[in-house]
């Protein structure tokens, strides 16, 4: 199985940028999607869909919160997914999560996915 592991977060000030990586130990070609995601722990709001790569072709998708401000891409050579975050907001601050798979549907949605990393926190703060 891909094993992803994020890093690349921190604590960052309103209006700052950040830029979070996933590295995946392989790739396999019965997966044609990476994306990110975020959730706040302790509010028992589900996991939410940032941004979505597809590795087979296409375009990024991104979740209307982060339209505009988030940018998601991915170097092939060595399986890294990246995402450039920039203008952060305090309601950005949760743990984000890189995710793979094979996706049909809704590209967001987290059961698609099935190799998970363990989660980078950003935190945005004054």
């Known amino acids: 199985q891909v094993q992803l592991v994020e890093s690349g977060g921190g604590s960052v000030q309103p209006g700052g940028s950040l830029t979070l990586s996933c590295a995946a130990s392989?790739?396999?070609?019965?997966?044609?999607?990476m994306a990110w995601f975020r959730q706040v722990p302790g509010t028992g709001k589900e996991r939410e869909g940032v941004a979505y790569f597809p590795t087979s072709g296409g375009l990024p998708v991104y979740a209307g919160s982060v339209r505009g401000r988030f940018g998601i891409s991915r170097i092939s050579a060595n399986n890294t997914l990246l995402l450039l975050m920039t203008d952060l907001k305090p309601e950005d601050t949760a743990m984000y999560y890189c995710?793979?798979?094979?996706?049909?549907?809704?590209?967001?949605?987290?059961?698609?996915?099935?190799?998970w990393g363990q989660g980078t926190q950003v935190t945005v703060a004054a």
């Open positions: 995710a793979a798979g094979r996706v049909s549907g809704w590209v967001l949605d987290p059961k698609h996915y099935t190799s």
């Open positions: 392989q790739w396999t070609y019965t997966y044609n999607a």
